[in-house]
């Protein structure tokens, strides 16, 4: 059964939370959705183009109290 | 399509450039695209291992903030782009010579592939894209 785990990066500058979501990309099964909170805006605009590129699944953002979480779920 | 492999030469010394360097090689390869570091001249000072970031990192208007902030330590950097994609380092073989440096036992443990000629790395770099810090 597919899972969903959160990463807590904020205060992270770049490329920190992108680093963080691999790292717990790596570990997870395909088809687990990992959440990364990250408060440095580049990152929120860096993950889903790297999510593009290297054919993962951007599940979607959320803009919270001076973060924003970002969802990514695992596709190979 | 593959991507072009990425060639990055560090030769600078200053924490601005060995930083960029460092995030353009972990992005590059877990992005899926192979790197290869040749580092040279001052910078392989900062390879050293044993000295702490205030020892290891020097210049920059940004190298204060780098140091003091929550960025990530480029040596880190480094480390988890060979640990999460595909990079190599090299260590330039003349540097370390000058300085009678052993890449397996002078420089960070478990970063550098060997010392390598510029040569070589050249040569290597005509299949991809060669950046210079």
Redesign the interface.
């Known amino acids: 059964m597919a899972e969903r785990q959160t990463v807590d990066a904020r205060?992270?500058?770049?490329?920190?939370p992108?680093?963080e979501l691999?790292?717990a990309l790596?570990l997870a099964s395909v088809g687990d959705e990992v959440e990364v909170l990250s408060s440095d805006k580049g990152s929120v605009n860096d993950i889903p183009a790297?999510v593009a590129?290297?054919g993962h699944q951007f599940v979607g953002s959320t803009e919270l109290d001076g973060y924003w979480s970002v969802v990514v779920k695992k596709a190979k | 399509m593959a991507s072009k492999p990425l060639f990055i030469m560090l030769a600078s010394g200053e924490h601005e450039k060995i930083q960029l360097a460092a995030?353009i090689a972990?992005?590059a390869a877990?992005?899926?695209r192979p790197v290869q570091v040749f580092v040279t001249m001052n910078a392989i000072l900062a390879f050293r291992r044993g000295l702490t970031a205030e020892q290891r990192y020097h210049g920059g208007y940004f190298h204060e903030q780098f140091v003091t902030?929550?960025?990530?330590d480029a040596i880190d950097?480094f480390e988890?782009g060979k640990m999460?994609g595909e990079m190599q380092m090299w260590a330039c073989s003349l540097v370390l010579d000058l300085n009678h440096w052993d890449a397996e036992k002078d420089l960070v443990e478990g970063l550098f592939d060997g010392p390598a000629g510029l040569a070589k790395f050249l040569a290597d770099a005509e299949e991809g894209e060669l950046i210079t810090l």
Request: charged residues 15%; hydrophobic residues 50%.
């Open positions: 205060g992270a500058f770049c490329p920190g992108l680093m691999i790292a790596k790297w590129k290297v | 995030m972990s992005v877990v992005s899926d902030k929550n960025v990530p950097l988890q999460l």
